[in-house]
């Protein structure tokens, strides 16, 4: 069964220090990924997306995320971390059947201290 | 967001009432998907479609069912609520599939 898993409920960095929110997954052929970004009280919006390529993706606000096929991982990096960064963030897979069906995982709560 | 509204945005009701939500696009996409959010569990698929009166069940789709007359609409019918569906839910549209999804702002559902 095609699943995504990201292991921490929530990441805590202070500001101007890298962040990394995790993200692994499990699907049976090639996976076509997502990170999705949920401000408070809002829809989510689209960060980045991996579908074939440059194992490295860059997005939207200076997030990139690195796709690891050999630890199935697909994990969201950014390099100076911002206090309007702290939000709540999802991964996603695209189910392998019909229909386009995104599986998003629990999310992760970014919190970004000065 | 643009190109997707969700209604109402907020809604209050009783249990056994039926409740429509609607979601309207002005992308002409194909794809349009209903989820719910909840927390510990993410975002979870209620009902999808793939086409005018094209709908499939998502894994929670018990107690919901969809309708998609035109393309630009897609409503999701609580049939009898349930204080277990208290929730926020969420619409999606895809133009292909693959790309993505854009979401709505969302519809906070409270069932008392």
């Known amino acids: 069964a095609q699943s995504v898993a990201q292991p921490e409920d929530q990441v805590n960095v202070a500001e101007g220090n890298p962040l990394t929110v995790k993200c692994t997954y499990s699907v049976s052929g090639n996976p076509y990924l997502f990170w999705y970004v949920q401000y408070p009280n809002r829809g989510l919006q689209f960060l980045l997306k991996y579908i074939t390529g440059d194992n490295l993706v860059k997005g939207s606000y200076g997030f990139e995320a690195e796709f690891n096929k050999s630890q199935t991982s697909f994990h969201l990096k950014k390099p100076s971390a911002l206090v309007s960064d702290s939000a709540l963030y999802f991964c996603?897979?695209?189910?392998?059947?019909?229909?386009?069906?995104?599986?998003f995982g629990q999310g992760t709560e970014l919190s970004v201290k000065p | 967001d643009a190109g997707i509204t969700q209604s109402p945005r907020h809604k209050v009701t009783e249990t056994g009432t039926p409740v429509t939500l609607r979601c309207h696009q002005t992308e002409n996409h194909r794809y349009m998907y209903w989820y719910r959010q909840d927390p510990g569990h993410g975002l979870r698929l209620i009902h999808y479609s793939y086409g005018v009166k094209d709908t499939d069940k998502g894994e929670v789709s018990d107690g919901y069912s969809v309708s998609r007359s035109k393309t630009e609409d897609f409503l999701l019918t609580l049939e009898s609520a349930t204080s277990s569906q208290t929730s926020v839910y969420f619409c999606?549209?895809?133009?292909?599939?693959?790309?993505?999804?854009?979401f709505g702002s969302g519809t906070r559902l409270t069932v008392v």
């Open positions: 996603a897979v695209r189910d392998e059947n019909q229909g386009g069906k995104l599986i």
């Open positions: 999606a549209i895809s133009e292909d599939g693959y790309s993505g999804y854009t």
